[in-house]
């Protein structure tokens, strides 16, 4: 009977005896989790939203973070790209904000960097996600497409056409945008199916948008009225233009009195008047009104520079330097501090700093191929 009672304890309860302490972080912050599209675990998520209240569990994150790091240059098997995929996986869900601090688009833009020359990867729909991913943390996502479209890297995956497609549409570039799926349709990107389908959707949307279009030009324009007009019972008045404000116009207000101006008697009296003795009565001609911008430049001869007491003793010749002091005692504890830090040579980011972190993530943000060799670059 115990052990009956037991299966048939609610969550609640069930929660209540266990020792877990916390569960309900994804309701507390779940308006800073980015969604992801395969989805979340809620467990690792509400472990990974706990850091904000733990310092502990947060310095925990960022010690796993540099080792899967590191582990990118140890790895010795037959997949590099295995080790980036997963460092990205794992950064992804522990950082669910997805922000600046937890490193994301410097991963993005290293693992890009590092393979965007190998022949093997050109052709693999794991890598071609990851520039997909970093086009999508970038401010100028179309730079990203034509450097996959000009180094041939992703062009026999629909997934980069329908993206490249889709981010064109989003510019308002509709003609661009149609070329682009066509060209996957032609090179018969596979999965061919699921592009035409991209496709379709895009034309219906595109004559959906034009049609719009034609309607609103040609919708008759609403009659222009005069101010104070009344309107016909029934008419609606929010689609009338704005009335007339033209003083010369002879239907505007023919037949109403003019209106009359209040006049303050006793303060105009009381008044004093004002001094007119210095007032222009002629503003006189052009170039005199604009004699304050006429000023001749000369050469300053009212004030002398003082010079230094003495002559000088020689002139520094071409071969002459100024050695620069070395504290050989911080210079060797500074290299065997480097020589004791194991860091990725791939990487090369300070993960402590992380203001240097978020600058360094600003920056490729603005410009996200800013170390690819200039050959690389579409023309």
């Known amino acids: 009977m115990a052990e009956t009672a037991i299966e048939n304890v609610d969550p609640e309860t069930e929660f209540l005896t266990s020792k877990r302490q916390t569960g309900n972080e994804w309701e507390t912050f779940k308006e800073n989790v980015r969604p992801l599209k395969r989805g979340r675990n809620v467990n690792l998520l509400n472990h990974a939203l706990k850091s904000y209240t733990d310092n502990d569990l947060k310095n925990s994150l960022y010690e796993h973070r540099r080792k899967l790091i590191e582990a990118i240059d140890d790895y010795k098997g037959e997949d590099p790209l295995l080790p980036w995929l997963q460092c990205i996986k794992w950064v992804q869900e522990a950082f669910p904000p997805g922000g600046d601090g937890s490193g994301l688009v410097v991963i993005y833009e290293k693992c890009v960097q590092a393979f965007w020359d190998s022949e093997r990867y050109k052709d693999d729909l794991r890598y071609l996600k990851v520039w997909l991913e970093y086009a999508d943390n970038c401010l100028d996502a179309e730079v990203i497409y034509a450097f996959l479209d000009a180094n041939g890297i992703g062009k026999t995956y629909s997934d980069f056409y329908i993206s490249y497609g889709l981010h064109l549409e989003s510019k308002n570039k509709i003609k661009t945008a149609n070329r682009i799926l066509e060209l996957g349709i032609s090179r018969d990107a596979q999965p061919v199916e699921k592009l035409k389908a991209a496709y379709r959707k895009f034309a219906a949307r595109s004559m959906a948008r034009s049609k719009a279009k034609d309607e609103s030009m040609e919708k008759p324009p609403a009659p222009m ?141 603005k410009n996200p191929l800013r170390k690819f060799p200039q050959s690389s670059l579409p023309r």
């Open 225 to 365: 009225r005069s101010f104070g007009t009344v309107l016909a019972k029934g008419q609606n008045s929010t689609h009338v233009a704005p009335f007339k404000s033209d003083p010369c116009d002879s239907n505007s207000r023919s037949g109403a009195a003019p209106l009359s101006v209040y006049k303050d008697s006793v303060g105009c009296d009381s008044a004093p008047l004002s001094d007119i003795s210095n007032s222009w009565h002629t503003l006189g001609p052009r170039a005199e009104r604009n004699k304050e911008n006429n000023a001749i430049p000369g050469k300053w001869k009212s004030y002398k520079i003082p010079q230094r007491p003495g002559t000088r003793t020689g002139i520094a010749t071409a071969s002459a330097c100024i050695p620069v002091f070395v504290d050989e005692e911080q210079q060797e504890s500074q290299n065997v501090k480097e020589a004791s830090k194991k860091s990725s040579s791939l990487l090369q980011t300070r993960w402590e700093n992380e203001k240097d972190l978020k600058r360094e993530t600003e920056q490729i943000r």
